[in-house]
């Protein structure tokens, strides 16, 4: 059974009364309520969930509402009634129990500067503090569950885990995967305790971005139930367009002077670039801190991107040399799960909101692809970066310039800006010094180019067509390593690569480029007469 949570369609009257303020990036669903906020009512999930089972897991890009998902589920079980006045829960929600609450932060602890488990000794501690309990033993595992039972004796306990990974997720370099080994150990052993303290429990909620749960974190939890990809909570966290028309239509009438076109194609523009997450292949949400911060703006921007880019997951795909990452097939049993000994960038992709699901396959199979315009374009300035060695500040004016010359029809200034690609990078690995290195930065450039105008990469044995379209021309482009720029123009006749585009009336431009792996440049071009 599916939820179905109705909306109404705000009047023109409505749209003209006094908007709540925009809650960027306020988690407390306590200091939301209480200050004239805006929300978005989810809390026709959060009742089905807890009366469905005990224990709950759920897996969520950063920034995407497991913060406050946590803290509404906090607010529900302290009975705070006055904070759901007109909300699903008002009249769904029993306000005449109260739960003790455990609610464990990992993304506020301190455990880079004291270490992991200080950090869970201080949350253990704060907590029993604010429930004048005093804790006598001094393992932390032992400590927990004192403080577990000794809560029950005011009620069954709420445990609420946000973000358990991220002690993880923050070592997953080589240089630092050590201590990822060891809070792993160290979260095993900490929420051990949960399932011999079930008869004091009544629900648990564990949020994290990533699914390390099947490496034996929660091992002796068998009976977690993992919300992830379940269909039914698959809107739980993230806008449904209805949600987005709903409650952001008068915040879009209020930025349209900013962007210059009208509702219509305002809509357009915002679901190109923030929709398209999806975790059962039917069910499509907005990034709600990327909707937030453009509702306050009025302006496409990167923002969730900008608000934690992904270093680590970068270093990751470069020494595997993948950058090929849209249109992707994966295992569903992979994608299901993460593990620490055997690292599977496409799945962290996943995982972690820089890849969605295109599509659901037979045998339990899974195409991944970019699930927006600003995760797409922002992804591939830092691989560009990435595999080129440069800051990914320098590679959007790079590519820009590579869009310049081609609009202007300048053949040479497109090699030069193709030349500055790769100018600077220090050739000390084996990967930089074969074909696969320049297919690889070549391949990465014209798909980040094709974010701002027609352009297209196909590979086929391992060679690379460039295929760039301006309002006047096509240039169809072949790209070789020590060989000659003839011989790539030559294959671009033989094989017929600008046949598709002859019909279209625009000028063809066929060229052909050299690149030397001794100079790391272009040795030579040429074009077709």
């Given at each position: 059974?599916?939820l179905?949570?109705?909306?109404?369609?705000?009047?023109?009257?409505?749209?003209?009364?006094?908007?709540?303020?925009?809650?960027?990036?306020?988690?407390s669903?306590?200091?939301?309520?209480?200050?004239?906020?805006?929300y978005?009512?989810?809390?026709?999930?959060?009742c089905?969930l807890?009366?469905?089972g005990?224990?709950?897991?759920?897996?969520?890009?950063?920034?995407?509402?497991?913060?406050?998902?946590?803290?509404?589920?906090?607010?529900?079980?302290l009975?705070?009634?006055?904070l759901?006045?007109?909300?699903?829960?008002e009249?769904?929600?029993?306000?005449?129990?109260?739960?003790?609450v455990?609610?464990?932060?990992?993304?506020s602890?301190?455990?880079d500067?004291i270490?992991?488990?200080?950090?869970?000794?201080?949350a253990?501690?704060?907590?029993?503090?604010?429930?004048?309990?005093h804790?006598?033993?001094?393992?932390?595992?032992?400590?927990?569950?004192?403080?577990?039972?000794?809560?029950?004796?005011?009620?069954?306990?709420?445990?609420?885990?946000?973000?358990?990974?991220?002690?993880?997720?923050?070592?997953?370099?080589k240089?630092?995967?050590?201590?990822?080994?060891?809070?792993r150990?160290?979260?095993?052993?900490?929420?051990?305790?949960?399932?011999?303290?079930?008869?004091y429990?009544?629900?648990?909620f564990?949020?994290?971005?990533?699914?390390?749960?099947?490496?034996?974190?929660?091992?002796?939890?068998?009976?977690?139930?993992d919300?992830?990809?379940?269909?039914?909570?698959?809107?739980?966290?993230?806008?449904t367009?209805?949600?987005l028309?709903?409650?952001?239509?008068?915040?879009?009438?209020?930025?349209?002077?900013?962007?210059?076109?009208?509702?219509?194609?305002?809509?357009?523009?915002?679901?190109q670039?923030?929709?398209?997450?999806?975790?059962?292949?039917?069910?499509?949400?907005?990034?709600?801190?990327?909707?937030?911060?453009?509702?306050?703006?009025?302006?496409?921007?990167?923002?969730?991107?900008?608000?934690?880019?992904?270093?680590?997951?970068?270093?990751?795909l470069?020494?595997?040399?993948?950058?090929?990452?849209?249109?992707?097939?994966?295992?569903?049993?992979?994608?299901?799960?993460?593990d620490?000994?055997?690292?599977?960038?496409?799945?962290?992709?996943f995982?972690?909101?820089?890849?969605?699901?295109?599509?659901?396959?037979?045998?339990d199979?899974?195409?991944?692809?970019?699930p927006?315009?600003?995760?797409?374009?922002s992804?591939?300035?830092?691989?560009?970066?990435?595999?080129?060695?440069?800051?990914?500040?320098?590679?959007?004016p790079?590519?820009?310039?590579?869009?310049?010359?081609?609009?202007?029809?300048?053949?040479?200034a497109?090699?030069?800006?193709?030349?500055s690609?790769?100018?600077?990078?220090?050739?000390?690995?084996?990967?930089?010094?074969?074909?696969?290195?320049?297919?690889?930065?070549l391949y990465?450039?014209f798909?980040?180019?094709?974010?701002?105008?027609?352009?297209?990469?196909?590979?086929?044995?391992?060679?690379?067509?460039?295929v760039?379209?301006?309002?006047?021309?096509?240039?169809v482009?072949?790209f070789?390593?020590?060989?000659s720029?003839?011989?790539?123009?030559?294959?671009?006749q033989?094989?017929?690569?600008?046949?598709?585009?002859?019909?279209?009336?625009?000028?063809?431009?066929?060229?052909?480029?050299?690149?030397?792996?001794?100079?790391?440049?272009?040795?030579?071009?040429?074009?077709?007469?």
């Open positions: 059974m599916y179905c949570i109705c909306t109404a369609t705000i009047s023109n009257d409505q749209s003209r009364m006094k908007l709540q303020k925009l809650p960027l990036g306020l988690q669903f306590k200091e939301i309520r209480e200050n004239d906020y805006l978005v009512d989810k809390t026709a999930y959060l089905a807890a009366d469905s005990k224990y709950h897991f759920l897996s969520r890009p950063r920034r995407f509402g497991k913060s406050l998902t946590l803290t509404t589920l906090k607010e529900l079980f009975a705070q009634e006055h759901f006045s007109g909300l699903y829960a009249k769904n929600w029993n306000w005449n129990t109260e739960h003790p455990i609610h464990l932060q990992f993304n602890m301190s455990y500067e270490g992991l488990e200080k950090s869970l000794y201080q253990v501690d704060t907590c029993a503090e604010s429930y004048g309990i804790l006598e033993k001094l393992g932390l595992g032992v400590r927990f569950e004192e403080l577990i039972i000794k809560l029950s004796k005011i009620n069954q306990v709420v445990v609420l885990v946000d973000e358990y990974d991220k002690p993880i997720i923050d070592y997953l370099t240089d630092v995967i050590h201590k990822a080994y060891e809070n150990n160290l979260l095993r052993s900490f929420f051990g305790v949960l399932k011999p303290a079930d008869d429990l009544r629900f648990v564990i949020t994290g971005v990533s699914k390390f749960s099947h490496t034996g974190i929660f091992s002796q939890l068998n009976n977690l139930t919300l992830t990809m379940h269909p039914r909570y698959a809107t739980m966290t993230g806008y367009q209805a949600e028309k709903t409650y952001f239509t008068p915040y879009l009438q209020q930025v349209l002077p900013n962007l210059k076109m009208d509702e219509t194609r305002a809509w357009a523009e915002i679901k670039w923030y929709n398209g997450y999806t975790w059962n292949g039917a069910d499509y949400v907005y990034n709600p801190f990327s909707i937030l911060h453009f509702m306050d703006r009025g302006s496409f921007d990167n923002v969730w991107f900008k608000s934690g880019a992904p270093k680590f997951l970068i270093d990751i470069k020494e595997a040399h993948i950058y090929r990452l849209e249109l992707s097939k994966v295992n569903g049993v992979t994608l299901d799960s993460y620490l000994e055997n690292l599977t960038p496409l799945v962290l992709l995982q972690t909101g820089y890849l969605t699901i295109r599509e659901k396959l037979p045998f199979s899974y195409v991944l692809d970019y927006n315009l600003e995760v797409r374009s992804l591939y300035q830092f691989l560009l970066a990435g595999f080129a060695q440069k800051d990914p500040i320098t590679s959007f790079t590519v820009d310039d590579l869009k310049m010359a081609f609009l202007a029809g300048d053949a040479e497109v090699v030069a800006v193709i030349n690609l790769f100018s600077g990078i220090a050739y000390d690995l084996n990967f930089e010094k074969t074909e696969k290195f320049y297919h690889a930065v990465i450039a798909r980040y180019l094709g974010v701002f105008m027609q352009s297209e990469v196909k590979t086929s044995d391992g060679r690379i067509d460039a760039v379209e301006t309002p006047d021309s096509v240039w482009m072949e070789k390593l020590d060989k720029a003839k011989e790539a123009l030559t294959q671009i033989q094989k017929g690569y600008s046949t598709p585009y002859r019909a279209g009336g625009k000028k063809i431009i066929e060229m052909g480029i050299n690149f030397s792996s001794e100079t790391k440049r272009v040795s030579e071009w040429e074009i077709a007469k």
